[in-house]
């Protein structure tokens, strides 16, 4: 039987991206790879709105968030953390030994600019991390806003669009944002394994002289490789094919603009049908998230047997993250779900609570 996913990452992959996945293996210090590698590497430019460098690497995003802070962190390190990933990423920041400060919010409340702004201005911090979408709790940070006072702080900008990229615009350049990383198994529908960043000259400038880099995630390394249309390591050859498919179909066949309103129009969708049943949504409106709803279960659900009916229909439903397990759900609309699937699904949310 075939499931249909709706828990946020990963996501369902379309039978065409598995069949570009399967040519024959190549080596990956020949010229077909490098030839793959630069122009994947292209497209990931425009995906991703910026002139600078994309690494590739072969590794769950987890990975890039440790090598951000490993590179970009020489003094001291401010971590926003308003949900499940961005709190992550502060235990991540110290288990790799860097001071570290985190902004504590509540999970399911966005950060504001103005909160940023008064918090970077308390000590001598060199590093900003933020989520831009929290996928544990379906917020939205304002990232535009946010960039305008970051650009104000002698700050590295370290952002995770893990559950956004390919699903919600991130104008890394404009946005003056220094490593941006996401892996592709969230919005960008294709299997786990690969996690990609752009990474700005001032951040690669600076990490020459942040010690203890470590091997595996040091960006002198990825640049030394990166110039030469390699990746420092054997890289994981089928999902770079997948993603250079995928890119095309996202740039060409799709185009970003009606992926992005597509997402929209999803996230639209879901909200209207919790609200119309009598749920509260967890965030403030202005900061829902267009590619996961996180929804209070102020009706009383009994969602461990909504789980199991709804994988007897063919459908995975995701509850709450950690401590919110048992009085949120979530619902993930992102990637390459259609809405008409999210329409599907959520008809059979009904008929099986009798909503
Ligand atoms: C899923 C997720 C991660 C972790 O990604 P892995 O690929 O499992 O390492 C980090 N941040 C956010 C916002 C996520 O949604």
């Known amino acids: 039987m075939d499931w249909k996913l709706f828990i946020p990452g990963p996501t369902d992959v379309s039978l065409d991206v ?17 030839v793959l590698f630069e ?10 709105f910026t002139e600078e460098r994309v690494y590739i690497s072969t590794s769950s995003s987890t990975g890039l968030m440790e090598a951000a802070v490993r590179n970009c962190v020489k003094n001291k390190c401010l971590n926003v953390g308003n949900g499940a990933f961005s709190c992550k990423w502060h235990e991540i920041t110290k288990a790799n030994g860097k001071e570290a400060d985190m902004l504590s919010l509540t999970w399911g409340d966005a950060p504001t600019a103005e909160l940023i ?17 929290e996928t544990s709790t379906g917020v939205t940070a304002p990232l535009k806003e946010i960039a305008k006072v ?14 956004s990229m390919g699903g919600i615009k991130v104008d890394v350049d404009r946005w003056n944002i220094d490593v941006c990383l996401f892996g592709v198994q969230k919005a960008m529908a294709l299997p786990p394994g690969l996690a990609c960043c752009s990474v700005s000259e001032e951040a690669l400038e600076k990490s020459r002289n942040v010690e203890d880099r470590g091997y595996y995630f040091d960006f002198q390394v990825f640049e030394k490789y990166y110039k030469k249309n390699q990746t420092p390591t054997t890289a994981a050859i089928p999902l770079l094919r997948g993603l250079d498919y995928q890119l095309d179909k996202i740039l060409n066949r799709e185009g970003l603009e009606n992926r992005f309103r597509r997402h929209e129009e999803m996230g639209e969708l879901t909200r209207r049908w919790a609200r119309d049943r009598g749920f509260e949504l967890l965030p403030e409106d202005r900061y829902a998230s267009n590619t996961v709803s996180c929804v209070e279960n102020t009706l009383k659900v009994d ?3 909504l789980q199991r009916d709804l994988y007897e229909r063919g459908y995975v439903f995701s509850n709450g ?10 619902i993930a609309h992102m ?13 059979t949310i009904n008929e099986l609570t009798g909503l």
């Open 39 to 48: 122009e994947t590497v292209d497209k990931l430019k425009k995906l991703m």
């Open 321 to 330: 993250y950690g401590k919110m397990k048992n009085n949120h759900f979530r």
């Open 18 to 34: 598995y069949e570009a996945m399967s040519k024959p293996m190549i080596g990956h210090r020949g010229k077909d790879f490098s």
């Open 303 to 305: 969602c461990e047997a």
């Open 335 to 347: 990637g390459d779900r259609k809405p008409e699937e999210l329409k599907e699904y959520l008809e």
């Open 117 to 133: 702004d008064e918090a970077l201005s308390k000590d001598n911090y060199d590093a900003l991390t933020l989520v831009h979408n």
């Open 150 to 163: 970051v650009r104000d702080h002698d700050v590295s900008f370290l952002v995770d669009t893990v559950s």
